[in-house]
């Protein structure tokens, strides 16, 4: 199956501060990628969808200025989370739907542990 | 937006039994997906199965799309097996579940 590559997988910030996390598909194109959210014990929450040369698509309730998509090429998006606090930390993963010959199958990426003190 | 059902929350098994774990969801959809999320939180594919049935090892998968449901099937389960399985749907985002826990004991 595709691959899809999430860095850092953990991070530690400082209250205030910004983090940049990196998702790329390695071997394929893709001109959508998708940004979720996963707090503990409970379920994946989709953030936002993230288009290739256009305007992140934000679910409801997320804060775009504080969670900042970049889709500038099509393999790489990147989400930044701008001025962190504590109840920012959460574990967010990346996902990339990819042609497998049956059908657009997605795929993630590791995730990206944030604990922001 | 879709909803996405999964039963049952918790499983608790013995070493080698079998298990049905059950994906009901509400619209219609183009993809569906079983997933296991490891102890790290990497999500492992098990079917893309937005319809019919598919068999990979102890592990099956059907889903019925035009009944809205799909079920996955855990035979002779191991130890290995315990975490947590989530079904995921949709017509571009997955949607996601909040996932069946299962506990398999030696």
């Known amino acids: 199956g595709a691959v899809v590559s999430q860095h850092p997988s953990r991070v530690i910030c400082k209250s205030g501060t910004s983090v940049k996390i990196e998702c790329r598909s390695l071997d394929f194109q893709a001109t959508t990628m998708f940004w979720y959210r996963q707090f503990p014990k409970q379920s994946l929450m989709l953030m936002a969808t993230?288009?290739?040369?256009?305007?992140?698509?934000?679910e409801q309730g997320v804060e775009k200025d504080k969670f900042l998509i970049n889709h500038a090429s099509l393999t790489l998006s990147t989400l930044t989370v701008t001025s962190a606090h504590p109840e920012d930390s959460s574990f967010y993963i990346c996902?990339?739907?990819?042609?497998?010959?049956?059908?657009?199958?997605?795929?993630f990426g590791q995730g990206t542990r944030l604990t922001v003190v | 937006g879709i909803q996405v059902e999964q039963s049952p929350p918790d499983l608790i098994l013995q070493e080698g039994a079998n298990s049905t774990l059950r994906c009901n969801f509400s619209d219609s959809v183009n993809n569906l997906q079983w997933f296991h999320q490891n102890p790290w939180g990497q999500l492992i594919n098990l079917f893309y199965?937005?319809?019919g049935t598919k068999q990979n090892g102890r592990l099956s998968a059907t889903t019925v799309a035009t009944e809205r449901y799909s079920l996955l099937y855990i035979s002779s389960s191991q130890t290995t097996d315990s975490g947590v399985y989530f079904c995921a749907v949709g017509v571009n985002a997955l949607i996601f579940g909040k996932g069946t826990t299962l506990s398999v004991s030696s």
């Open positions: 199965i937005p319809s």
């Open positions: 993230s288009n290739e040369g256009s305007k992140a698509t934000y």
């Open positions: 996902s990339a739907r990819s042609w497998e010959g049956h059908g657009e199958e997605a795929f």
